[in-house]
């Protein structure tokens, strides 16, 4: 993943946390050498980024037994290319054919499921 798509991650709100991941650091900046630090980026894995888009993600407009009734789905695939698919649905009732998914686009799985990521959090 590149610089360019880390930082529109971070600036979505992507957790910075340094669980033993690469980091993007700009030296030129005194608190460089401290990952946790604002200049660092966080290069996340697949898995995290997979959780943070959450097969379990809960609309947060809905209230708690709407929430019971939600069904939600993430698919990961390739096409042409990968893609990261996201679908909710307000009600398990709901005919599933008319729910559009969030889809995020990409050369590899990571890069898909970061776009899914920022779709999810525009």
Same mark, same amino acid.
């Given at each position: 993943?590149?610089?360019? /798509?880390? *930082?529109? /991650?971070k600036d979505a709100g992507? !957790?910075?946390?340094d669980n033993g991941n &690469?980091?993007?650091?700009? @030296? ?9 630090? *604002?200049?660092? &980026? *966080?290069? =996340? ?9 959450? %097969?379990? @993600?809960? %609309? =947060?407009?809905?209230?708690? *037994?709407?929430?019971? $009734?939600?069904?939600?789905?993430? @698919? ?22 008319? #729910?559009? !998914?969030?889809?995020?686009?990409? &050369?590899? =799985?990571? &890069? #898909?499921? %970061?776009? /899914?990521? $920022?779709?999810l959090n525009k």
């Open positions: 993943m590149d610089y360019q /798509l880390c *930082k529109k /991650l992507f !957790p910075q946390e &690469i980091f993007y650091c700009n @030296r030129d900046l005194p608190d460089s050498n401290n990952k946790g630090s *604002k200049s660092c &980026i *966080k290069v =996340p894995t697949l898995s995290e980024l997979i959780q943070e888009c959450g %097969a379990t @993600r809960i %609309a =947060p407009n809905l209230n708690t *037994k709407e929430q019971k $009734l939600a069904e939600h789905y993430f @698919r990961l695939g390739i096409g042409d290319e990968w893609y990261a698919e996201y679908k909710f649905y307000e009600s398990v009732v709901i005919n599933k054919a008319t #729910a559009l !998914p969030i889809i995020g686009w990409g &050369i590899t =799985p990571e &890069i #898909a499921v %970061a776009n /899914l990521y $920022l779709e």
